[in-house]
């Protein structure tokens, strides 16, 4: 039997995990929603509707152009107001449908439960279903189904860490949907021909692991149940929830430099994705809501949503319970966790189909504090849990070193933020190695032109 084992590096900031145990507020009062048209990595979509069109709930909007994309289908019924281009949450500048919504959320007649019978209609259903990974990143879920030439998926491994701070939305789809979690990763097992999957759940969410314990007691004694899904409390260190470590804590596997889980047979799902997929099996409808942490100073009632995809984040925040009076002029909202979301740069952004959270600051934690020399003090080098050496990284992507940047492998960079987190000096050492980032890829697209 496979000992677990832990990565090294990592940090422990406080978890803040003040939503654990608000129920879920369902939010439908938004008189319009923008939808962009690309809300995952990939080719964006071709939008199909146009200005007066009617929608329904569940219509497919936009249509997959290039592979890997998913479709994009209307969160609400009523008229499409205007199809226009903007820069979405997601930073990219990208077709919008907006919708005025009828508050009927009148259902499209395509929504009905998908016919599978293998595993080829089973990957086509799921792309169908706009599912992208619910964890943060945003690939389309069929494209990850597929493991490369050679390859065969021999563990499933289920994401329920919810590692990052405040982040608390995955931890209440445990509580709320054991039942459908379990037959989620169960679907994804029966059709991938998977024998084994591993939930991996950190030891301070206790009633998670709980609930889903006991609905794997359930199952057992279901007929023609799979019985090899083992669930493993994971110590609280972050990044553990970041898909190479994950990996490598619940079956020992190293993923290596510049790979993912499949090469080492390995596939990863969140824990909302598996009950998106269970739900979406039953019911046939996509990817049109979103579960969100709303937590942060500024906010007067940190909670739990569900809401339409599309929702102006304004509105979202304001149906919430809003900002508190003292901190109205001075927010920083940021998408995502405190660790790796990013800053939120236009108000009238709207909620896109992979972020997890939503935190708003006040003026006391939006202040960023300048940048000092760099001391060498080699703590984020013992931080990292990728093995770099952040400092080295930051000085080359500053130079625009690119045979630098690649010789210390500065694509193996999870943008954990871990780094930052511990740097005396205050060093931008994550938006700077994100640079070096791009300036390799536009170094590659200016050596492909010249071709
Ligand atoms: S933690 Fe900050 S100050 Fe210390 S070596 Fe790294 S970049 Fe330099
Ligand atoms: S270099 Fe990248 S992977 Fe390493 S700690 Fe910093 S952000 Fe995380």
């Given amino acids: 039997m496979f000992k677990l084992d832990y990565f090294s590096g990592g940090v422990y900031p406080n978890p803040n995990k003040n939503t654990l145990f608000y129920p879920t507020k369902r939010l439908n009062q938004f008189p319009v929603v923008r939808i962009p048209m690309s809300m995952h990595i990939g080719p964006p979509c071709s939008c199909i509707v146009k200005k007066g069109d009617q929608v329904l709930v569940g219509q497919m909007i936009g249509e997959p152009t290039k592979e890997p994309s998913v479709p994009v289908h209307s969160s609400v019924s009523g008229t499409v107001r205007s199809v226009h281009k903007e820069v979405a949450s997601s930073g990219r500048s990208v077709v919008v449908a907006e919708i005025e919504s009828d508050g009927h959320f009148t259902f499209h007649p395509d929504v009905k439960p998908p016919v599978i019978h293998n595993r080829n209609e089973f990957i086509r259903a799921l792309r169908d279903s706009g599912l992208v990974g619910l964890g943060g990143l945003g690939y389309p879920t069929y494209a990850k189904l597929q493991p490369k030439e050679g390859r065969k998926f021999d563990t499933l491994v289920v994401n329920a860490a919810d590692s990052e701070p405040y982040i608390t939305a995955d931890f209440r789809q445990c509580v709320d949907h054991p039942d459908e979690i379990i037959d989620g990763i169960r679907a994804v097992m029966r059709y991938l021909d998977i024998p084994v999957a591993r939930i991996g759940v950190e030891k301070n969410k206790p009633q998670a692991a709980d609930v889903l314990l006991y609905e794997l007691e359930k199952v057992k004694h279901t007929a023609g149940a799979h019985t090899s899904i083992y669930l493993d409390r994971l110590p609280l ?84 319970g809003g900002i508190l009076d003292e901190e109205k002029d001075s927010v920083k909202i940021i998408l995502g966790g405190s660790m790796m979301g990013v800053a939120l740069d236009r108000a009238d952004a709207s909620v896109i189909k992979y972020y997890r959270a939503l935190l708003v600051f006040g003026k006391k934690e939006a202040e960023v504090p300048p940048e000092a020399v760099c001391i060498r003090c080699a703590r984020c080098l013992k931080a990292c849990p990728m093995k770099l050496v952040p400092a080295t990284l930051d000085k080359m992507a500053r130079h625009k ?47 492909e032109t010249r071709q």
Avoid at 249 to 269: A, M, Q
Avoid at 410 to 425: F, L, M
């Fill in 401 to 447: 070193d690119i045979e630098g940047l690649e010789q210390y492998h500065v694509r193996d960079c999870i943008e954990c933020g871990c780094c930052a987190y511990v740097c005396p000096a205050k060093r931008y050492l994550v938006q700077s190695i994100r640079n070096g980032k791009t300036h390799i890829k536009q170094a590659r697209i200016k050596e």
């Fill in 237 to 320: 260190i972050y990044p553990q929830g970041a898909e190479k470590m994950l990996v490598y804590s619940l079956t020992g596997r190293k993923i290596p430099s510049g790979g993912e889980s499949g090469d080492v047979n390995v596939l990863v799902l969140n824990v909302s994705t598996v009950r998106f997929i269970s739900k979406y099996l039953k019911t046939g409808i996509p990817l049109i809501r979103r579960r969100l942490t709303l937590d942060g100073s500024a906010l007067r009632t940190p909670c739990n949503v569900n809401v339409p995809i599309g929702a102006p984040i304004p509105d979202v925040i304001s149906a919430a």
